[in-house]
Nanobody, 121 residues
Framework: QVQLLESGGGVVQPGGSLRLSCAAS????????MAWFRQVPGKERDMVAV???????NYAGSVKGRFTISADFAKNTVFLQMNSLKPEDTAVYYC???????????????WGQGTQVTVSS
């Protein structure tokens, strides 16, 4: 079993910053990529940012230039630095990881429980 534990959500005023963290634990041989998604009620879960274990990153257009994803794959952790937050960034943010257990040699997708981010004055 693999668990992803997010932290760092909360309430912030527009223009403020938050830093999300996610730590993966459990039966992990390697992690191919880690990512952050977000979801608002009644809408689909959307990718915010992804980082691979080779260091490649990709961002949703709406957050490019404001959010930065980073990771320590040796510690199975991923971070999301969110700056210049806007009310439309309000959502539940989910951590995602593509994890290979010791056996079999297949990558599985895992999700965290989510952490609420609210941007409001």
């Amino acid at each position: 079993q693999v668990q992803l534990l997010e932290s760092g959500g909360g309430v912030v005023q527009p223009g403020g910053s938050l830093r999300l963290s996610c730590a993966a634990s459990g039966s992990i041989f390697s992690i191919k990529s880690m990512a952050w998604f977000r979801q608002v009620p009644g809408k689909e879960r959307d990718m915010v940012a992804v980082i691979t274990n080779t260091g490649d990153t990709n961002y949703a257009g709406s957050v490019k230039g404001r959010f930065t994803i980073s990771a320590d794959f040796a510690k199975n952790t991923v971070f999301l630095q969110m700056n210049s937050l806007k009310p439309e960034d309000t959502a539940v943010y989910y951590c995602n990881a593509e994890v290979r257990p010791p056996y079999p040699a297949i990558y599985y997708t895992h999700w965290g429980q989510g952490t609420q981010v609210t941007v409001s004055s």
